[in-house]
């Protein structure tokens, strides 16, 4: 059974407007949430990431929102531009130590089209 | 900017030959981590190292798949005898380690068994 679910495995959005990606969890445990973006052929780099004290943090065009009753978070990306064109993954993880490792749903394909 | 590093980058290999790729990760992180990205999914963790020693790897197929990290430094991933199904994306990540956080990546090695 998935953890974290990424439910949308595409999403095409015009240059300028704005991208959100969405993403579900099954594991109240969960305490870090992350997302990371992935072009062919390379590691994930990381984008921005929520603590579950938070509701929201934010960092240039990338804004990150939790809803804790929802098992919910999305990322928010205004304005897309063309380089945002990749593989958007969702992750969690629970606590450190041996729960330290990332969950990571299956990823959300972002097209940007100028 | 520090960078996790690994390789070799490419690997094309048989089936029933031994492979193994290596990571350095960013110094000063005590946490490494091995996960394994089959195309369409997201990452799964296979191995992961506090300092020298195995935290987790409840997911690693130890009947051929085994893991070091010596000196706490660097760390090797090897598989033999490699199968078709070992094909795949190998990435390794690493942290501070010290509970809940962002996990950085490598440029990861794509492995492909003929």
């Known amino acids: 059974d998935q953890q974290v679910k990424q439910n949308s495995p595409s999403l095409s959005v015009q240059e300028g407007r704005i991208s959100i990606l969405n993403c579900d969890y099954t594991?109240?445990?969960?305490?870090?949430f992350l997302w990371y973006k992935k072009y062919p052929a390379e590691g994930p780099t990381f984008l921005i990431s929520?603590?579950?004290?938070?509701d929201k943090n934010e960092d240039g065009r990338f804004t990150v929102f939790l809803n804790k009753s929802a098992k919910h978070l999305s990322l928010h990306i205004v304005p897309s531009q063309p380089g945002d064109s990749a593989v958007y993954f969702c992750?969690?993880?629970?606590?450190?130590?041996?729960?330290?490792?990332?969950?990571f749903g299956k990823g959300t394909k972002l097209s940007v089209k100028p | 900017e520090a960078e996790v590093a690994q390789s070799p980058r490419y690997k094309i290999t048989e089936k029933s030959q031994a492979v193994a790729f290596w990571c350095d990760p960013i110094?000063?992180?005590?946490?490494l981590y091995w996960y394994r990205q089959i195309l369409g999914q997201g990452p799964e963790l296979l191995v992961q190292?506090?300092?020298?020693?195995?935290?987790?790897d409840s997911q690693l197929p130890k009947d051929r798949f085994s893991a070091e990290r010596l000196k706490g430094v660097d760390s090797t991933l090897k598989i033999q005898p490699a199968e078709l199904g070992d094909s795949a994306m190998y990435l390794c990540?690493?942290?501070?380690?010290?509970?809940?956080?962002?996990?950085?990546f490598g440029p990861g090695t794509r492995l492909l068994v003929l």
């Open positions: 990540a690493s942290s501070l380690g010290e509970g809940s956080e962002t996990q950085y």
């Open positions: 992750a969690a993880s629970a606590g450190g130590g041996s729960q330290g490792n990332l969950i």
């Open positions: 190292f506090q300092d020298e020693s195995v935290v987790d």
């Open positions: 594991n109240s445990m969960f305490d870090y």
């Open positions: 929520i603590s579950s004290i938070k």
């Open positions: 110094s000063g992180h005590a946490t």
